[in-house]
């Protein structure tokens, strides 16, 4: 199907506009984001950040994968003109047309590097190690994370500061952490997984796909395994 052939009130091609039409209107504020007034840089990022957001959601709300694809390339173009990279490369991972992904990387060479990346980390995806929590002791837990971590091919160093980190704070948090590590573990207690969310622990690029998909899915699933729901009318964190 292409862009053009699309029927006149095709709605996934008039998504596709509405989120042309939004990244319009946050471009005109590009350039106010590098001002010398502290008070219009911060008003311009405010309506750029507003319009960027709301052509991003509109993306994202399209089911068509070509659709959303062309509206997401318009929406990654805004953000590199932004110098808003981050959000273009998590943006970029949600392009899922082949054809797509190469006419973006034409325009953003940077991202084909990021790409690499991707699928070399996919490759080496590791095999989820079960832990059970019940009958250890904070010391056991630390050792099996670490064991995990050493597994994966982290560094010796990484390993120590991990170790000196779960130390530091309660048994919760200390287990909340080792998911925010990048551990491949599934902690289980009494049977059932051991769940704990907390959005302010989530990396940068986490908290930008748990914001849509509250807006978009109305719920967001933590890495930690907590499904988190959002209320109608609720104000997003």
Known sequence: ???LSAPPDDPERDAAFWAITRCQLAKKSVEGLTDPDPARRQSERANYEHHRDEAIASALAIKDAFFQGFAMHQVINLCRSANDFEMAKTLFKKVDNQLLREQIMSDAPELAGEQKKWLAAEAKIPTTVTIHLDGLDRGAII?????????IGASKREIEGIKQDANKVDYNTMLAKAVAWGAP??????????????????????HIERRFSLLWRGSYLHPDGTIETRQPGEAMT
């Open 185 to 206: 573990v599934l902690f289980l207690k009494d049977g059932q997984p051991w769940i704990l969310g907390d959005w302010r622990r989530l990396t940068v690029r986490q």
């Open 1 to 3: 199907m292409s862009y």
């Open 143 to 151: 050792h099996l994370v670490a064991k995990t971590m050493r597994d």
